[in-house]
């Protein structure tokens, strides 16, 4: 990734253009949360490392132009983290429903050793949810892997579930999560009260 400064204008053949960071914080001061988290995503795409490489330049900068602060928050929340678009969406529809208590990305092992990652889990519960995007997890060799990890965690003792994009629209992975945690539930409370 270049060292352009990210606020940096210029011209490609008598058009006006910016940097990937100057349109990024561009995009921050006037997207809806949803509509810049996928922005981010096609920036993620586009150049690896684009989130440290911005959070470095920004950091060095006196002034803050409008956008700044919301960008340097979201670019904070994901270092150090792999999400999706998918898994943001499923952490506010839990919220909304007021599902608690749960782990992002969190590590499943076996005797064997390290299963899978789950991008949410109730350890306390062995309940994991999967948020399984068509990019990532679509294709014969993607849905083989996905398949032998899933059968080691049942047999470990996990349950799990799966939701997709299309899933997300209906409350049905809601309630069927919350049945699964309500028959695996430890001695403490899970849900929020209302």
């Avoid at 989130?51 to 670019?75: H, I, M, N, Q, T």
């Avoid at 678009?85 to 992002?104: D, N, T």
Wanted: charge should be positive; glycine fraction near 6%; charged fraction near 25%.
């Amino acid at each position: 990734v270049s060292a352009t400064p990210p606020l940096r204008m210029g011209r490609v053949r008598g058009l006006p253009v910016t940097t990937l960071g100057r349109t990024l914080i561009d995009l921050a001061s006037v997207l809806t949360d949803e509509a810049f988290e996928l922005a981010l995503d096609s920036a993620y795409r586009q150049r690896q490392g684009v989130g440290r490489w911005v959070r470095a330049l920004l950091a060095k900068r006196e002034d803050s132009p409008r956008g700044v602060r919301r960008l340097l928050s979201l670019l904070d929340q994901r270092l150090g983290k792999t999400e999706s678009s998918l898994e943001r969406r499923v952490r506010r529809r839990l919220c909304a429903a007021q599902i608690v208590e749960w782990r992002e990305q969190l590590d499943l092992s076996d005797a064997a050793g390290f299963i899978a990652r789950a991008d949410f889990g109730w350890p306390a519960h062995r309940v994991a949810l999967f948020a399984d995007s068509w990019r990532w997890h679509g294709g014969r060799r993607q849905l083989d892997k996905d398949a032998s990890q899933r059968n080691r965690l049942h047999l470990a003792g996990w349950e799990f579930l799966v939701v997709t994009s299309v899933m997300l629209q209906t409350t049905l992975w809601l309630d069927q999560l919350r049945a699964l945690l309500e028959r695996h539930a430890p001695q403490r409370a899970l849900f929020a009260p209302s």
